[in-house]
């Protein structure tokens, strides 16, 4: 039994004792939950015989005898308590016991409390110690509070988890039980790519910038309604169930943009775009879960292939290159859970269907239930789908009046600058790799001003050859030709904000070389002829003399057909045949470019397409697991 604590140190070691007593409370409480059925609330802490805390406070007085009796009324309490203690130890058999040494219990604390009033009557001066005992009886009475408080919530906690465990428990056995195991075969995503606005194209560090979305479509075949999926009522669509939302093992495919520059709206790992339900699937071999997933980005994109030097008849294939990252984890043998990213169908599939393409068509059976019907593809009424109805989507329009239009019926925007929109489209390039390209060509009509400019100042510099031969031939002839070549050099060093920033030239800047080229060359004719006919206008020199020089001659310096002499004649019609023959040149190599380029883009689309049609076996593998 222990003894009361020192004088000096009861002050402070209440707090202790007091800390004790609430664990031993709790102690008391774990052994009657386990002796007892937890539906019924347990008795008061009196009744179980629970220990009073032992920090009292020990009463200070001058008389030596009341602090004997003080001390020795302290022991028998305590004496009385571990009696009770001995008593829960051996386990009471009834209730009725139980009450009676309650009672006994209390009879033993008021004797004592009797005692301990009876002896501070004795001491008229410690008034002070009374009032203490009066706040440790109400501390002990909201303490008892307390347990009895606690021990009821404690009780219905355990009722309310032991009503509620086994249907959380079958639930989560029935969804490990149908776990879809991805190790070794994951789902084939299709890519589609929807082309938002295409904003600028920078030539000169080969980038454009381009906001589109990018649609992950999916099979789920082994999905099974009402574990890993459910019909919301209220909004008449199909959810995903929590559990496979928090399965860290579930699919859900990533992707990045694999050009990208400057583009926001890439995926954060930490917080991943949850999929949803796009609709089911309905095949002869059983139904599926068509899930989707989608992205939005908008910047800057690195177009490797970029070439300026057919400008302005340069076209561009901008690639949009979308790239899967593989699952977390490995495969059974090691290796990459590698994603594989294919050409839409199901897309294809559904644009046809809203076209009208099944109208014509019967009711197909299907396993499906009625229920349903409404949001199910049938995907075997479909066969070969016709080349008309595609899935990756131009979203460009033209921006309605004021008056307000109806943005299904708005004319598509397919101009962007001076470049023309004239076709776009996708292929998968490799495994885990999708490859969506737009083709777009220069509207290089808007230069033709440009090159008619230069060509009419080179005819204009022709004009020097009906200047009649005198003194100042040579001085009027030379003053014309230099005007028009600086003219002709002015437009090549200001060269368009476009192609400011290349360092190779172009077919522009060869066009106005070519014209500085002919027009130094009028001025080299201008001084030959002059020095070969010069003087044959004047009298009284011998002929000998007059023609000593012509070197080709002097049938040349007679008039010609254009009222000059032949010699001039000659050169004029030789220059302009020359730049007509150059201009035409420079057009049709441009065409032939472009529709080498052209050809090429839609060689890579035919050779996808044999690709498919060879290594996949009708519409049913787009659902079937590929191995890794």
């Not at 789902?187 to 600028?200: A, R, S």
């Not at 495919?253 to 890439?266: F, K, M, Q």
């Not at 220069?442 to 100042?457: A, D, K, Y």
């Not at 230099?482 to 360092?503: C, D, R, S, W």
Request: proline fraction near 5%; include cysteine.
């Amino acid at each position: 039994m222990p003894a009361p604590e020192p004088e000096g140190q009861v002050e402070g070691a209440g707090e202790d004792h007091e800390d004790q007593d609430y664990f031993e409370v709790l102690e008391v409480l774990a052994m009657h939950s386990a002796r007892t059925d937890l539906s019924q609330p347990p008795p008061p802490p009196e009744v179980l015989g629970v220990p009073s805390p032992r920090g009292l406070p020990t009463p200070i007085t001058n008389n030596n005898i009341n602090d004997n009796n003080n001390i020795n009324n302290y022991n028998n309490y305590n004496s009385n308590n571990n009696n009770d203690n001995s008593n829960i130890s051996s386990e009471v058999p009834d209730a009725t016991e139980t009450l009676q040494s309650d009672n006994n219990n209390n009879s033993n604390d008021n004797n004592n409390n009797n005692n301990n009033n009876n002896n501070n009557s004795n001491n008229n001066g410690d008034n002070k110690n009374n009032d203490e005992w009066q706040l440790l009886l109400e501390q002990l009475t909201k303490l008892n509070k307390n347990v009895e408080a606690f021990s009821s919530a404690f009780s219905r906690s355990q009722q309310a988890s032991s009503a509620s465990a086994p249907g959380m428990s079958s639930i989560m056995a029935a969804y490990l039980d149908n776990a879809i195991d991805y190790a070794d075969k994951r789902p084939v995503v299709e890519v589609t790519v929807e082309i938002l606005d295409l904003v600028d194209i920078n030539m000169a560090a080969g980038q454009f910038h381009a906001s589109f979305r990018v649609i992950l479509d999916w099979e789920e075949p082994e999905f099974i309604e009402g574990i890993h999926y459910c019909q919301d009522v209220r909004s008449d669509k199909f959810i995903i169930s929590n559990w496979l939302k928090e399965d860290l093992n579930a699919f859900n495919p990533r992707i990045v943009i694999a050009n990208s520059v400057d583009l926001p709206g890439e995926e954060d790992p930490e917080h991943l775009i949850e999929p949803v339900i796009h609709r089911l699937v309905s095949r002869r071999s059983g139904d599926s879960v068509w899930m989707s997933k989608e992205y939005a980005f908008s910047g800057w994109l690195r177009c490797n292939d970029m070439d300026g030097r057919m400008y302005p008849f340069d076209m561009h294939k901008l690639p949009i290159e979308v790239v899967a990252l593989p699952m977390p984890g490995v495969t059974t043998v090691g290796g990459k859970r590698e994603v594989r990213l294919a050409d839409p169908v199901l897309r294809r599939m559904e644009a046809a269907e809203k076209a009208g393409y099944l109208k014509r068509q019967g009711p197909a059976r299907t396993s499906t239930s009625k229920a349903h019907q409404g949001r199910v593809l049938r995907a075997d009424r479909f066969g070969d789908i016709p080349d008309e109805f595609q899935a990756h989507s131009w979203c460009m329009t033209i921006a309605p009046s004021d008056q307000g239009a109806d943005l299904e019926s708005l004319p598509l925007k397919a101009v962007v600058g001076e470049m023309q929109v004239c076709a776009f489209g996708g292929s998968d390039s490799g495994y885990s790799e999708y490859l969506l390209h737009i083709i777009v060509v220069r509207n290089w009509q808007s230069h033709l001003f440009e090159f008619c400019i230069q060509q009419l100042l080179t005819c204009v510099s022709l004009c020097s050859i009906w200047v009649p031969f005198n003194s100042d031939t040579i001085a009027n002839r030379l003053s014309i030709s230099l005007a028009i070549i600086l003219a002709i050099v002015f437009f090549a060093t200001e060269k368009p904000a476009t192609i400011a920033g290349l360092h190779y030239s172009t077919i522009h800047d060869s066009f106005e070389q070519r014209m500085i080229f002919a027009s130094t060359l009028i001025s080299m004719e201008n001084v030959m002829i002059w020095v070969q006919c010069y003087g044959m206008d004047r009298s009284g020199l011998p002929n000998y003399y007059l023609f000593s020089f012509n070197v080709f001659g002097i049938e040349l310096c007679e008039e010609g057909f254009l009222m000059a002499s032949k010699c001039d004649c000659i050169f004029c019609v030789f220059v302009i045949a020359w730049m007509i023959v150059s201009f035409l040149d420079m057009v049709i190599m441009a065409q032939l470019q472009q529709l080498r380029l052209l050809t090429n883009a839609v060689g890579e689309l035919n050779s996808f397409y044999k690709d498919h049609d060879d290594d996949e076996e009708g519409p049913e593998s787009r659902s079937s697991l590929l191995p890794s």
